[in-house]
């Protein structure tokens, strides 16, 4: 009898080792299997976007210091393959990655602005003048506000990536009809919205908000951008997406750099993010010049101050 036992427990001994061997070839099959598809969707993404790889501009940010909020000047632009084009978008996206918050920072376009070795023209004609690097340079003088790298898309690259990310469409809750002058048609309620129709819904100015409602809506749109990249759900998504952003989006952050900025996004979790305006309410006015049309003159001293107690709060 006892015999029969030693035998039996030998026997189970033999065939733990078995099964963990099983175990360690299944883990080893999955974890090449994702490798493989990791790395063939980050190679789709590449080549889709490769075709219209565009070089980085000349562009000197400023060191980031330790402890220091990083500071990212996000530009979109409608180029429509033209070599001169003036910035649709501007906003400061500032990252503190020990908290764990993004402040967003949204420019009017209008605001009249001293260029560097220019006339004063609006923010958004320094970049037609002389680029980001001098875009960089109004924005600095006007603000005192460091600005350590820049990231810049033109319209249809956007259109493409949102397609990417979100294949099915992004959420979003159109607040009015929308039609003029976007090269879309958008009825009122929730809907998604694939990256035409998203594109045309932040560009959408023609009511009563002008280009304050714009603003809104591109900043609205990039917090539901934000929680689309961040999504359990479009996690297989992410290498083809990250492969895009080499060809779709100009900016003076190396390859790894871009990949490591969204992996330390997805591990820290999902990013609170706060925005603002600039001009803020009460401290600015509207003036029509000669040579610049129709500008927002504002205060810069109480605006400057504003960003400060904004970012440091």
Not at 151 to 166: G, Q, R, T, Y
Not at 182 to 206: C, D, H, M, P, W
Request: no cysteine.
């Amino acid at each position: 009898m006892e015999e029969e036992l030693q035998q039996t427990r030998r026997r189970r001994r033999k065939r733990r080792p078995r099964i963990g061997r099983m175990l360690f070839v299944i883990l080893l099959f999955s974890a090449v299997g994702v490798g493989i598809y990791t790395f063939t969707q980050y190679s789709s993404g590449y080549k889709l976007a490769d075709t219209d790889k565009k070089e980085p501009m000349d562009f000197k940010g400023d060191v980031l210091k330790q402890g220091e909020r990083e500071n990212i000047l996000v530009l979109g632009v409608d180029s429509r393959g033209e070599d001169k084009a003036r910035t649709d978008t501007m906003m400061i996206f500032s990252w503190d990655k020990q908290n764990n918050d993004v402040k967003v920072i949204s420019f009017m376009r209008d605001i009249y602005a001293d260029i560097p070795g220019n006339k004063s023209y609006k923010l958004n004609t320094a970049f037609y003048l002389g680029k980001v690097q001098l875009l960089k340079d109004t924005m600095q003088e006007m603000f005192d506000l460091p600005i350590h790298h820049y990231a810049l898309i033109d319209f249809s690259s956007f259109e493409s990536l949102v397609d990417i990310i979100a294949p099915n469409g992004v959420p979003v809750n159109v607040e009015k009809d929308m039609s003029e002058k976007i090269g879309v048609t958008l009825t009122k309620g929730q809907q998604n919205l694939n990256g035409q129709e998203l594109l045309g819904y932040a560009r959408f100015r023609s009511d009563a908000e002008g280009d304050f409602g714009r603003v809104g809506r591109q900043q609205l749109v990039m917090e539901i951008l934000k929680d689309e990249l961040l999504s359990i759900e479009n996690i297989p998504n992410l290498p083809k997406f990250i492969g895009a952003t080499e060809g779709y989006i100009q900016t003076d952050y190396s390859r790894s750099d871009k990949t490591k900025r969204v992996l330390d996004a997805l591990v820290s979790g999902k990013l609170e993010m706060e925005k603002m305006t600039i001009p803020v309410e009460g401290t600015y006015s509207f003036k029509r010049y000669s040579h610049a049309g129709s500008v927002i003159v504002l205060d810069e001293e109480k605006n400057k101050n504003a960003i400060t107690e904004f970012l440091e709060k």
